[in-house]
C-alpha cells in the first residue's frame, strides 16, 4: 500500500529484463574484438561488410539502450528504498529502452555468424531512440541517470573514434571530420548540463535547460554509434534534431509520450552495390 501511495509500481519487468539485457556489455567486448581486427587487416569501417557492419550497429544500439535502462533504475534505487518499486515514471522509461535490448543483441549474434546478414533488411536504419516518457517537472533522478548514461556512451564512442582515427584511410575519409563534430557536440551537452546542475540549482529554467541538453546528448550519441559503425549513414540521414519538451507544468503529473526524435519517412539503408570487398573472411 505504501508503494502505492507513493506512486511506485513493482519492479518485476525492469528488473528481469535488466537481467536478461546484460549479455550486452559481452557483445559489446566482441564487436571492439571485431573492430580491432578490421584495423589490423587494414579495413576502414566504410569497406566492411554488410553482416560486420551490422554487428557492430546491432551491438552498439543493445549496449546504449542496456546503459540507459540500468542507468535509470539504479538511479531510483535509493529513493525508492526497495528494490522491488520503482517510480512509475522511471519504470515505464525504462521499459522503453530496455524491451529493445533482446532484439538488438540478437541481430548482433546473427551478424557475428551469418556472412549474408545484414540488419538494413530488418529494420530502417538509423533507428531511433525510443520515446522519451515525459512528466513535468522532470525528476532530478532522472537527469542523472542521463548524465550517467550519456557519459558512458560518449567514453565508448571516443574509443570507437581513436580506433578509426589509426587507419589513414578512416582518418582522411571526408566525412570522419563530421563524426568528431558530432562527439564534440555530445560533450558540449553533457559539459552544459552538468554546469547548470552544479550545486544542486533546482529552478525551472535550469532544471529545464539540462533537461533538454541531455536529452539532445543521448539522442546524438544513439546516432553517432550507427554512424560510426556503418560510415555510410552519414550521407543518407540527417543529424537528430533535439527532442521536444513539454511546454508546460501540469498540476498532477502524468506521463506521455514524445514522438521519436527522426521522423520514419527516410529510405531505410541497404547495402547492394555500395560496400568495397576486402576479401578477408
Known amino acids: 500500500m505504501g508503494a502505492k501511495l507513493r506512486g511506485e509500481v513493482p519492479a518485476d519487468e525492469v528488473l528481469a529484463l535488466l537481467s ?6 559481452q557483445d559489446y567486448l566482441s564487436a571492439d574484438q571485431l573492430r580491432e581486427e578490421l584495423a589490423a587487416a587494414g579495413i576502414d569501417p566504410w569497406f566492411a561488410s554488410p553482416a560486420e557492419s551490422s554487428q557492430l550497429l546491432a551491438t552498439w544500439n543493445a549496449y546504449a539502450l542496456q ?3 540500468q542507468a535509470f533504475v539504479e ?3 535509493p529513493a525508492a528504498g526497495s528494490g522491488g518499486f520503482l517510480p512509475r515514471v522511471t519504470a515505464e522509461q ?17 551478424a557475428a555468424t551469418d556472412p549474408g546478414f545484414d540488419v538494413a533488411g530488418e529494420v530502417a536504419l538509423p533507428a531511433p531512440l525510443p520515446q522519451w516518457v515525459v512528466v513535468e517537472p522532470c525528476p532530478r533522478s532522472h537527469l542523472q541517470a542521463m548524465r550517467t ?3 558512458t556512451m560518449l567514453e565508448r564512442l571516443e574509443a570507437a573514434l581513436a580506433d578509426l582515427d589509426r587507419l589513414p584511410s578512416a582518418k582522411q575519409h571526408p566525412d570522419s571530420a563530421r563524426l568528431h563534430g558530432y562527439a564534440a557536440d555530445v560533450r558540449n551537452q553533457l559539459d552544459y548540463a552538468g554546469a547548470m546542475l552544479v550545486g544542486g540549482s533546482s529552478g525551472t529554467a535550469v532544471h529545464e535547460g539540462a533537461e533538454l541538453a ?3 546528448a543521448i539522442t546524438t550519441a544513439f546516432y553517432l554509434g550507427q554512424v560510426v559503425a556503418r560510415p555510410r549513414l552519414a550521407k543518407v540521414a540527417p543529424a537528430p534534431p533535439p527532442p521536444s519538451v513539454a511546454a508546460a507544468p501540469r498540476p498532477t503529473p502524468a506521463p506521455r509520450y514524445l514522438p521519436p526524435p527522426w521522423s520514419q519517412d527516410h529510405n531505410g539503408y541497404g547495402h547492394h552495390g555500395v560496400y568495397g570487398h576486402h576479401g578477408h573472411h
Open 75 to 77: 538511479a531510483e534505487r
Open 94 to 110: 525504462a521499459l522503453r529502452f530496455l524491451r529493445e535490448v533482446p532484439g538488438w543483441s540478437a541481430r548482433a549474434r546473427r
Open 67 to 69: 546503459s540507459l535502462g
Open 214 to 216: 541531455l536529452r539532445e
Open 149 to 151: 548514461a550519456g557519459a
Open 20 to 25: 536478461v539485457g546484460g549479455s550486452a556489455y
